[in-house]
């Protein structure tokens, strides 16, 4: 039974850990909600995140936009296959980042997603 205990406290904390993330994630969704503001961004990137067992791919952009201090960022998203079809390299995107820390930002599509899942 004692071989048992540290098992069982790695997954605790593998578990506490999963909850911060997902706290901290659906806290910077909501700030964003709240406070984002709205930009362009162009595409500057898409491809193809595949898994591990090159069963799956997940369509993927990279994106940039400048914030209002004239800073410019970087973004990642993982996107529809109708959205990654319907984009280009080089294509204007609405996003929302969050004017306190401008690394922070979405696609404003999904951010509309986003908050209705928030609103469940």
Same mark, same amino acid.
């Given at each position: 039974m004692i071989e048992m205990i540290p098992g069982i406290l790695v997954f605790?904390? @593998?578990?506490?850990?999963?909850?911060? @993330?997902?706290? &901290?994630i659906r806290s910077e969704i909501r700030d964003l909600q709240e406070n984002g503001v709205e930009t362009l961004a162009t595409i500057v990137k898409k491809r193809m995140l595949t898994r591990r067992?090159? &069963?799956s791919k &997940?369509?993927?952009?990279?994106?940039q936009y400048t914030d209002t201090s004239g800073q410019v960022h970087v973004g990642v998203c993982n996107v529809s296959w109708d959205t990654y079809r319907n984009?280009?390299?080089?294509?204007?995107?609405?996003v929302v980042y969050?004017?306190?820390?401008?690394?922070?930002?979405?696609? &404003?599509?999904l951010m509309d997603i986003r908050g209705h899942i928030l609103r469940r």
């Open positions: 605790l904390a @593998f578990f506490m850990a999963m909850l911060a @993330f997902r706290r &901290k067992d090159a &069963k &997940k369509p993927r952009f990279h994106y984009y280009e390299v080089g294509s204007n995107i609405p969050n004017p306190k820390k401008p690394s922070v930002s979405s696609p &404003k599509d």
